[in-house]
């Protein structure tokens, strides 16, 4: 886990305006994830990426926008479509070397807050 | 696409008593199922996993069954302790219709152990 790192940890986003949220890993993964979490929702996919320039919407995509232009970083967008976007933001990683494919590792996460 | 349910949404117990949480899937191409116990304020961290070709599985005081036929999944932690205490979810990976596979996360259960 601790090959995962966000930035910011605490984020505000004022009315209007886009945030980007960011998500990097020294780990060698090829997969990369964002998740949201809402208190008593559990964890619902934004968007995930297997390999670089190429990516998918999860369930909840709308108002977001995501980039893979380096296997280390998948930096996440909440644009201002994004009409609630108070929540914990959670980057995950997997592929690890000789073990399943399935496996994910968390960052820290990034809390965002509407002024 | 899979849909993962997990009871109970709060669990309490005393210190020593065994604790066990419950999850169902859907999907039957579902193959991998890990547990993530997350504390507050901090980053879900994997706890166990099982694959879909194995019965139960056994880290020291945790553990996990798995009944593919009934398409359910549970947590069972023996001797629970006060650390214990956190949010604990489930989830089922699957591919299926999609080249890259993806977990599908319960809703997550707060176990509170009391001494």
């Known amino acids: 886990d601790g090959g995962i790192t966000q930035s910011p940890k605490y984020l505000f986003r004022k009315e209007g305006q886009n945030v980007t949220l960011s998500c990097e890993q020294n780990l060698n993964h090829d997969a990369m994830y964002w998740y949201r979490q809402d208190p008593g929702q559990g964890l619902r996919l934004i968007y995930y990426?297997?390999?670089?320039?190429?990516?998918q919407k999860g369930d909840i995509a709308e108002g977001y926008s995501v980039s893979r232009e380096k296997k280390e970083s998948f930096p996440l967008t909440v644009t201002s479509a994004q009409k609630n976007p108070t929540a914990f933001y959670l980057c995950?990683?997997?592929?690890?070397?000789?073990?399943?494919?399935?496996?994910?590792?968390f960052g820290p996460g990034t809390r965002l807050l509407v002024l | 696409g899979e849909n993962v349910e997990q009871h109970p949404s709060t669990l309490s117990v005393q210190e020593g008593d065994s604790a066990v949480i419950k999850c169902t899937y859907s999907?039957?191409?579902?193959?991998?199922f890990p547990w993530y116990k997350q504390e507050l304020g901090k980053r879900p961290q994997l706890i166990i996993d099982i694959r879909s070709n194995v019965g139960e599985k056994k880290d020291q005081r945790i553990a996990v069954t798995l009944n593919k036929t009934a398409k359910h999944f549970s947590l069972h932690i023996t001797e629970t302790q006060p650390e214990d205490s956190a949010v604990y979810f489930c989830?089922?990976?699957?591919?299926?219709?999609?080249?890259?596979?993806?977990?599908?996360f319960g809703r997550g259960t707060q176990l509170t152990v009391w001494p």
């Open positions: 995950a990683s997997s592929h690890p070397g000789g073990r399943p494919v399935e496996t994910q590792y």
């Open positions: 990426s297997q390999i670089v320039n190429d990516f």
């Open positions: 999907d039957s191409a579902s193959n991998y």
């Open positions: 989830a089922a990976f699957t591919d299926r219709g999609s080249t890259l596979g993806r977990l599908y």
